[in-house]
């Protein structure tokens, strides 16, 4: 099993910043893809970001969403196990609760579905 947590929501005047972070612990394999959704109130959830991690040490292939790729930066840190999601110029529309997902392999997928893990989510609010 593989536990996520997620943390750095928050509220946040636009144009502002936040960093999210996901720890994963427990039963993780050397290759694996997290990735970051995001769910705004009677929306549908909406893939934001990925990276993958191969052979136990190294983080790479990001990808962010063309609508936050300017302003999204996702990382990872294989020391502490976490991936990171820096937000920058955010807007009220990035209003949302901020999930990240794991899934073993090296498959590059946005589909929630294609995730076998969860963490509980953080809210991000954005004020005009």
């Known amino acids: 099993q593989v536990q996520l947590v997620e943390s750095g929501g928050g509220l946040v005047q636009a144009g502002g910043s936040l960093r999210l972070s996901c720890i994963a612990s427990?039963?993780?394999?050397?290759?694996?893809?997290v990735a970051w959704f995001r769910q705004a109130p009677g929306k549908e959830r909406q893939f934001v970001a990925r990276i993958s991690r191969s052979n136990g040490r190294t983080f790479h292939n990001t990808y962010c969403i063309d609508s936050v790729k300017d302003r999204f930066t996702i990382s990872g840190d294989n020391a502490k196990n976490t991936v990171y999601l820096q937000m920058d110029s955010l807007k009220p529309d990035d209003t949302a609760v901020y999930s990240c997902a794991l899934r073993t392999g090296t498959r590059m997928v946005d589909i929630a579905g294609e995730y076998d893990y969860w963490g509980q989510g953080t809210q991000v609010t954005v004020s005009s």
């Open positions: 427990g039963r993780l394999l050397n290759n694996f893809v």
